[in-house]
Each structure stands twice: as structure tokens, then as C-alpha cells.
């Protein structure tokens, strides 16, 4: 069975496009939803374990849908081996699915940009920042920021600690996804927190520092819709 999701249904807006509003609302509708799972299954998972006999439940559920015992002894083996990765899993998570929504987000606003540019009959982007906006999602976030104020000529306001702390998150995900979380020279190359880790080390993660990012994210969010919409208010009605 086919899942879509459809963006939300809103009012128009005198004097802004309602395309990036409605991007923009539900990113942040699942990038708040990513943090409320993650912290709901955490406490859920800890009070469960918690309870007598709840892991032999657990593992007789398990057994019942196909684990052999053998199989079990090594699950747990594994686990305790690797105990301190493994717990971290949770607020890994979490970071990878609200970069997924930033990403998603982006690169709808902008092919929203270039959409509206030509309906409202803008200049011509020189050649370079044109072909940057197409692929703006494979751009660091450093860079995403200085393109969509290159292409739309808006100096899109947002708080230089916001934009490094989401870099940060950004690179963090980068190294998990692609170095099961281990510090690596090019994750040096690039944070300001080269005096934490070392190669080799695995990049944890906090709860405090997560829920920054969060709030982070949502506020460059907020800061990059408004001024984008309110620019290109005459353009046509666009569905990405």
C-alpha cells in the first residue's frame, strides 16, 4: 500500500506565498514529532525493561516470532560488548531523522526559488549560483544558507550560533551515517570542537545538545520562510 503526505491545507496569505509556509509547517510538524518519538520510546523502553520479568517477555516474544535461543545468547552477547554504542542509538536516530527533514525541506524551497524567479520574471541567476541551487541539498549547511541568500538577494537573518550548532548536528550525522560514528579527519576538518575528539573516537551525543540542535533547526526554519514567501508573494501557485 502507497503512503503519501500531502502538505497542509491553509488559507492564502495577502502578502506571501503559501508554498514555503506549508513546507515550512510541516518540517517543523516532523521535526518536532522526531524529538516527541524519540523521547517517548526512550521513556517507554526504560520503564518497560524496568518492570518484573519484562525481559523474559521480551524474549519469549522474540523466540515466538522466530529467534532461536542460540540466536538470543548472541543478541545479548553482542549487546553487552558493545553496550555504550548501542545505547546511543536513540539520539542517533533522532539526529538522522531531522536532517532528513531539513533536507527534504530544502531542496523544495529551492526548487520553489527557481520556480518563482522565472514567474516573476527576476534576473537571471548567474550561471554558477543557479546550478549551486539545484543541488543545494548535497551543499554543506554552511553553504545551503549562502546560496538561498545568493538566490533570492535576501539577507535571511539567522543567528550565527543557530547556523553553527545545525552544522555541527549536520556533520555529526554525516560520520554516523557513513563511519558508524567514529571521528575522522574530515569531521575534524570542519567542527569547532576539534579540543573533544580525537580520530577513532565515537561521536556521542548528549541530551541537552540534542534538544539545542532541535530548537536550533526549527529556528533557521522560522528565520528562512518568511522573507522567501513575502519575495516572491506574485508568483503562481506552485506544488513541488
Same mark, same amino acid.
Given at each position: 500500500?502507497?503512503?503519501?503526505?500531502?502538505?497542509?491545507?491553509?488559507?492564502?496569505?495577502?502578502?506571501?506565498?503559501?508554498?514555503?509556509?506549508?513546507?515550512?509547517?510541516?518540517?517543523? +510538524?516532523?521535526?518536532?514529532?522526531?524529538m516527541?518519538?524519540?523521547?517517548?520510546?526512550?521513556?517507554a523502553?526504560?520503564?518497560?525493561?524496568?518492570?518484573p520479568?519484562?525481559?523474559?517477555?521480551?524474549?519469549?516474544?522474540?523466540?515466538?516470532?522466530?529467534?532461536?535461543q542460540?540466536?538470543?545468547?548472541?543478541?545479548?552477547?553482542? #549487546?553487552?560488548? &558493545?553496550k555504550?554504542?548501542?545505547?546511543?542509538?536513540?539520539?542517533? @536516530?533522532?539526529?538522522? %531523522?531531522?536532517q532528513?527533514?531539513?533536507?527534504w525541506?530544502?531542496?523544495?524551497?529551492g526548487?520553489f526559488?527557481?520556480?518563482?524567479?522565472?514567474?516573476?520574471?527576476? $534576473?537571471?541567476? $548567474? %550561471?554558477?549560483? %543557479?546550478?549551486?541551487?539545484k543541488?543545494i541539498?548535497?551543499? @554543506?549547511f554552511?553553504?545551503?544558507?549562502?546560496?538561498l541568500?545568493?538566490?533570492?538577494? /535576501?539577507? /535571511?537573518?539567522? $543567528?550565527t550560533?543557530?547556523?553553527?550548532?545545525?552544522?555541527?548536528?549536520?556533520?555529526?550525522?554525516?560520520?554516523?551515517?557513513h @563511519?558508524r #560514528?567514529?571521528?575522522?579527519?574530515? &569531521? /575534524?576538518?570542519q567542527? @569547532?570542537?576539534?579540543?573533544? #575528539?580525537a580520530?577513532?573516537?565515537?561521536?556521542?551525543?548528549?541530551?541537552? +545538545?540534542?534538544?539545542r540542535?532541535?530548537?536550533?533547526?526549527?529556528?533557521?526554519?522560522n528565520?528562512?520562510?518568511?522573507?522567501?514567501?513575502?519575495? &516572491?508573494?506574485?508568483? $503562481?501557485?506552485f506544488?513541488?
Amino acid at each position: 500500500m502507497s503512503v503519501r503526505i500531502d502538505l497542509p491545507v491553509l488559507p492564502k496569505m495577502v502578502r506571501a506565498h503559501l508554498y514555503p509556509y506549508q513546507i515550512a509547517l510541516q518540517t517543523l +510538524e516532523f521535526v518536532q514529532g522526531a524529538m516527541f518519538h524519540m523521547i517517548f520510546m526512550d521513556i517507554a523502553a526504560g520503564q518497560r525493561v524496568r518492570q518484573p520479568g519484562a525481559t523474559a517477555e521480551i524474549e519469549k516474544e522474540m523466540i515466538a516470532g522466530g529467534t532461536t535461543q542460540d540466536v538470543l545468547d548472541l543478541h545479548w552477547k553482542t #549487546w553487552a560488548k &558493545y553496550k555504550v554504542i548501542f545505547e546511543g542509538f536513540v539520539f542517533q @536516530n533522532a539526529i538522522v %531523522s531531522m536532517q532528513s527533514h531539513w533536507d527534504w525541506y530544502l531542496r523544495k524551497l529551492g526548487a520553489f526559488i527557481l520556480f518563482a524567479r522565472q514567474a516573476v520574471a527576476a $534576473p537571471p541567476l $548567474p %550561471s554558477k549560483t %543557479s546550478k549551486e541551487l539545484k543541488r543545494i541539498g548535497f551543499a @554543506n549547511f554552511a553553504d545551503q544558507i549562502t546560496i538561498l541568500r545568493e538566490s533570492t538577494g /535576501l539577507p /535571511l537573518v539567522v $543567528p550565527t550560533e543557530s547556523v553553527e550548532r545545525v552544522k555541527e548536528m549536520s556533520l555529526v550525522r554525516n560520520i554516523g551515517l557513513h @563511519n558508524r #560514528w567514529e571521528v575522522d579527519e574530515g &569531521y /575534524l576538518g570542519q567542527t @569547532n570542537s576539534t579540543d573533544l #575528539w580525537a580520530v577513532g573516537d565515537i561521536r556521542t551525543v548528549k541530551s541537552a +545538545e540534542l534538544l539545542r540542535w532541535h530548537q536550533d533547526l526549527m529556528n533557521v526554519i522560522n528565520a528562512t520562510w518568511p522573507p522567501i514567501a513575502e519575495r &516572491y508573494v506574485d508568483a $503562481p501557485d506552485f506544488t513541488g
